[in-house]
């Protein structure tokens, strides 16, 4: 409830009434209780026990959110994140994860990003990142893109945020397609719906673009395109993530995608993305 009007609290207090901290929506209701027209003001006040529950409900979510634009807190993130990195998902092979100058800015982009702190937006400046939008992380052979979407993933798991997501292949979708004979899990998930409310989760598909071989009769990249545009739907209705990783560049992005798409809608859905490009040597 930052810059409320503190004359606009009182006036409500006057009324019994509560204040929501969404301006317009208090004036409206402070101005049918002038009117002192009880028929006028009933609706109003109704609805105004609704929008307090809902200005509840975000006040929790505000208060349980990490404020990253605290340095201490920054820094502390970014040591759990290190540890889990070291002693969780790189310890079974026995190495350390280094920061260099090739993804320092990009994990510091992540770890803003998927707090959900503003300061994601200006980590790099001119390529108009935002939060509401999913990720697409590009870049060569063992760079470590899975990588750090893994890690990530363990991270946001372990601080029960809002954003964790299930880190997938494009593999592991085929292989349940060929089971099931539909992609359900990897997008609405209508099997756990209650009536018309489907149950999607927050994902992550590794390496699209590149395993689209023919497997048992089925063209793997006709289920990744599927993918695509059942995710775009899911994004824009539901609010749930489905970031990517991929060895291709934005041309190579191009080429693939409007190769079964004449149209070009899986290209232009890629506007929906913060298209990363994540440089360096293989760190195999």
């Known amino acids: 409830m930052n810059q409320y009007p503190e004359c606009l609290r009182i006036a409500l207090a006057d009324y019994g009434k509560k204040p929501t901290g969404d301006v317009e929506w208090d004036r409206a209701v402070l101005a049918v209780c002038k009117k002192n027209d009880r028929d006028a003001a009933d609706p109003w006040l109704k609805l105004h026990s609704v929008a307090l529950k809902a200005s509840d409900e975000i006040r929790k979510t505000h208060i349980s959110s990490f404020n990253l634009e605290d340095d201490n807190v920054y820094r502390a993130h970014v040591q759990l994140l290190l540890y889990i990195a070291n002693n969780i998902v790189l310890a079974p092979q026995r190495r350390r994860f280094v920061i260099d100058d090739n993804n320092k800015l990009v994990l510091r982009f992540l770890i ?164 990363i490009p994540l440089s360096g040597k293989s760190r195999r």
């Open 112 to 275: 803003y990003y998927f707090n959900n702190c503003p300061l994601a937006e200006n980590v790099f400046p001119g390529r108009g990142y935002k939060l509401h939008k999913n990720l697409l992380i590009h870049g060569g052979v063992g760079v470590g893109k899975t990588l750090l979407m893994q890690i990530f993933s363990e991270y946001l798991r372990r601080i029960d945020s809002p954003r964790y997501f299930y880190n997938i292949s494009v593999t592991q979708m085929v292989n349940y397609y060929t089971i099931h004979n539909n992609l359900d899990l990897f997008t609405y998930h209508e099997y756990e719906s209650k009536g018309f409310k489907i149950q999607p989760s927050n994902v992550c598909l590794n390496d699209i673009g590149i395993q689209d071989k023919t497997f048992f009769g089925m063209n793997t990249g006709l289920l990744t395109d599927e993918f695509l545009h059942a995710r775009n739907e899911i994004w824009t209705q539901c609010g749930m993530f489905a970031h990517l990783t991929t060895n291709l560049d934005e041309d190579g992005l191009k080429r693939r995608f409007t190769r079964d798409d004449e149209h070009g809608r899986i290209v232009d859905r890629f506007k929906t993305y913060n298209v």
